[in-house]
Structure formats: structure tokens, C-alpha cells
């Protein structure tokens, strides 16, 4: 039977209650694995620590680790692994993109330059990878390159379609798997393997169907939040006209009339605020919303239903916890 996923969203720091002292670990490990004795790698390197997220992939892999109730010593070098290569794509996706903000700071390619964002953003994954043949854990490896490949394919397939309004849902889909589940499905299995390898299927599968979960809600996020909570402005989706599942749900249903609009949107440079609510009024009135609202459900009762094979464990709630927090954020 699908379980619904449903209830007051935990807070993150409940999910990584379980491991939050591994976590202080995680942080130390990112910090030894970038140093460098090179000045300006390092004045990079202070930015991008002090900007660090909220460690929401490291938290997935050190709770699969944990599931059977067995700790491995390389969890944590896994786990700021993990974390250097999400940082790393961060990073390449602000220069891709030309963004000027992220978190609500200014992005690497806005302090210094888009040459100095895409080879630190090399220098994150190489360090990552060099990190994880140090300890010869070929298992981690392997999956965590095949995810830096996925993510690299997605980035290019995203880059090489060039009628932004033909992106179909499978399209939409195809992208997400690669860009955000390929890594939180890596995160998940490569804790398996250093915790609980009996269960490596089914954490890969879980972290699958919560990044598609996680990214559809993300997407959601760029319609209904607000620059104080997301940190980063409203609309910044469609000012970039990136196509997300509530618009490309919406473009079947539009008149004529709402089409032209849309297109017409779509080769504005610079599109205004109005222009950008317009967009947005259309979606919200043709239901958009509410179909990917739908589809992040679906994907969490799946990963839900992944776990249903691990053994009870303060680890496994925490996964489970980690479902709705994807789904229900605000942030």
C-alpha cells in the first residue's frame, strides 16, 4: 500500500540528530581535504566554506551508514567527499548560469571570475575523487563517478536544447535524474557501502526517488517562496527562462492567447518583474502547481516505500523524516 507523505515538516537538525556528531567531523574533513598552499585557491576556499550549505547530502550518506547500526571509519571522508562535489557543481552551475547570488551571497564567478569558478569547481571534484582513491575505497569511487558523469550530461543536455518551450515532461524528468537525484542516490548507496552494503539496492533507490522528490519541490520553491526564505529572488527560474515542471504542465492547457504570451515572454533579455508575475499568474491559474505538487508526492512515497526493507533504527526514522522535509521546506 503507498504511504502518504504527510505532517509538519521536521526540522533538518531533527533528521541529523543521529549523526550530528559525525557531522562536526564532516566539516573538519572538508577543511583538511581543500587546503592548499596556494593563496588564491585558498581565499576561494574561505568563501566557499563560509557560504556552505545546510550539509543535507553528507546527513543522507552518514544515516545510510547507519541503518544496520554499524559505523565504518570512512563514512565521514565519504561524506565531505560528497559534499565537495555538490559544492563543486554549485559552483559550476552559478558561472554556467551567470548568477550573481547564491544563499543570498555573491557566487565565486561575482568575486572573482567565470575562469575562476569553473577551475575551482574542477579543483573541488578532483580533490573529492583524489580523497576517495587515497583511502582506496573503489566501491565509492566508482558510484560517485558514475553521478559526476550523470550530472555532467544533464548540465550539457540542458545547455544543447534550444527551444526551451519544446521541453517535454520526460525532458524535465530525464534532467532532474541526472542533475539532483544521480548524487543523493550516490550519497545514499556509497553510505551503504561503508555501513550496511546488504541494503546498497535500496538506499540507491531511496536517494533516487528523494532527489526527484527534493529537486520538483526546489522547482515549486522558484513560484510560491520569497527572496528572505529561499535566498535567492523569486522567479530566478524563469528569468533565466529555465522550463520546470509547473510551467511545462501549464504550456498543455494555455490558450493561444496565454501561448503567444508565454513565447513572447521567452525572448525577453531582460524580462521585468511584471512580466515574471505574469508567467506565474498563468501557471497558477492553469494549475501547474498543483500537478507538481502532485509528482514531488509521488516520488516521496516511493522513497518512502524504498526503505521499507531496512531494519528500525534511529537512522532509518531519520530517512524516513528526510522524505518530508524534501517535500514540505520552505527553503
Given at each position: ?107 565565486v564567478n561575482a568575486l ?181 505538487a502532485a509528482a514531488a ?35
Amino acid at each position: 500500500m503507498t504511504r502518504t507523505v504527510q505532517g509538519v515538516p521536521p526540522e533538518l537538525s531533527a533528521i541529523q540528530a543521529p549523526v550530528r556528531g559525525l557531522l562536526e567531523g564532516v566539516s573538519d574533513e572538508i577543511r583538511r581535504i581543500v587546503v592548499s598552499d596556494f593563496d588564491d585557491i585558498e581565499d576561494v576556499n574561505e568563501h566557499l566554506l563560509f557560504m556552505r550549505g545546510k550539509l543535507f547530502r553528507p546527513t543522507l550518506l552518514l544515516l545510510s551508514s547507519g541503518v544496520a547500526k554499524r559505523t565504518h571509519e570512512d563514512s565521514v571522508t565519504l561524506a565531505a567527499a560528497i559534499e565537495l562535489v555538490h559544492l563543486a557543481t554549485l559552483v559550476h552551475d552559478d558561472a554556467v548560469d551567470h548568477s550573481a547570488l547564491r544563499r543570498g551571497l555573491p557566487t565565486v564567478n561575482a568575486l572573482w571570475t567565470h575562469q575562476v569558478a569553473i577551475i575551482m569547481g574542477d579543483y573541488l571534484y578532483s580533490r573529492a575523487v583524489s580523497e576517495l582513491a587515497r583511502i582506496g575505497n573503489l566501491d565509492a569511487l566508482g558510484v560517485l563517478a558514475n553521478a559526476a558523469n550523470e550530472m555532467s550530461v544533464g548540465e550539457m543536455r540542458q545547455l544543447a536544447s534550444y527551444d526551451a518551450l519544446d521541453f517535454t515532461e520526460e525532458d524535465y524528468d530525464r534532467l532532474i535524474a541526472a542533475k539532483t537525484a544521480s548524487l543523493m542516490s550516490a550519497a545514499c548507496e556509497m553510505g551503504a557501502i561503508a555501513g550496511a552494503p546488504e541494503h546498497r539496492e535500496a538506499l540507491a533507490a531511496y536517494g533516487h526517488n528523494l532527489g526527484m522528490a527534493f529537486q520538483v519541490a526546489d522547482d515549486l520553491l522558484d513560484y510560491t517562496g520569497t527572496e528572505a526564505v529561499t535566498g535567492k529572488p523569486t522567479g530566478h527560474d524563469l528569468r533565466e527562462r529555465k522550463v520546470t515542471l509547473p510551467l511545462v504542465d501549464a504550456l498543455s492547457r494555455v490558450s493561444e492567447a496565454e501561448d503567444r504570451e508565454i513565447r513572447a515572454f521567452f525572448t525577453r533579455v531582460d524580462p521585468t518583474d511584471d512580466e515574471i508575475a505574469r508567467i506565474v499568474e498563468i501557471v497558477v491559474s492553469k494549475g501547474g502547481l498543483e500537478y507538481a505538487a502532485a509528482a514531488a508526492q509521488r516520488y516521496a512515497e516511493r522513497a518512502v516505500e524504498a526503505l521499507a526493507p531496512l531494519p528500525d533504527s534511529d537512522a532509518t526514522r531519520a530517512l524516513r523524516d528526510a522524505v518530508r522535509y524534501a517535500v514540505d521546506r520552505r527553503r
